[in-house]
C-alpha cells in the first residue's frame, strides 16, 4: 500500500527448500507467477532464498524498519500469490490492540451503557 505515493513494501523474500515437499507450492509460484508478479511491481526487490530443512515463508521488509514473516506452508500457487499481494498491500505497522470495544471521539460523560445497571 502507498502512504502519500510511496510503497512501503521495499523488499519481498521468498525463503524455500529444494527437496522439502511442504515447499511445493512456493517452487510452482517462482515458476508459474514469480516473473508476472515481478513486473507488476517495479518497486519491490524480489528475493528467492534456499534453505533447507525449513519450512518455506515469505518476508516483508519496510521502509520503516519492521518486517512482516507469513509461513506457506503446504500451499497452492494461488495461495502463496495471495499472501504475497497481501505484503505488498500492508504498510507494515505493528498490529495494536484497542483498549476498549467502545472507540468514540467525544467519550460520553456518562459513561458506556451496560446490561447490569441497578437502579
Wanted: proline content about 3%; glycine content about 6%.
Amino acid at each position: 500500500m502507498a502512504l502519500r505515493g510511496a510503497w512501503q513494501l521495499q523488499k519481498l523474500v521468498l525463503s524455500f527448500s529444494d527437496l522439502g515437499g511442504s515447499s511445493r507450492g512456493i517452487r510452482a509460484f517462482m515458476e508459474s507467477h514469480l516473473s508476472a508478479f515481478g513486473e507488476k511491481n517495479p518497486q519491490l526487490d524480489v528475493v528467492t532464498q534456499l534453505i533447507r530443512s525449513q519450512h518455506p515463508h515469505l518476508k516483508g521488509l519496510y521502509r520503516n524498519k519492521n518486517e512482516k514473516v507469513i509461513c506457506v506452508k503446504n500451499m497452492d500457487p494461488e495461495d502463496v500469490l495471495l499472501h504475497a499481494t497481501r505484503l505488498r498491500n500492508s504498510l507494515g505497522r505493528k498490529v495494536v490492540k484497542l483498549k476498549t470495544r467502545h472507540v468514540a471521539k467525544h467519550p460520553s460523560v456518562q459513561g458506556t451503557w451496560t446490561t447490569d445497571l441497578k437502579f
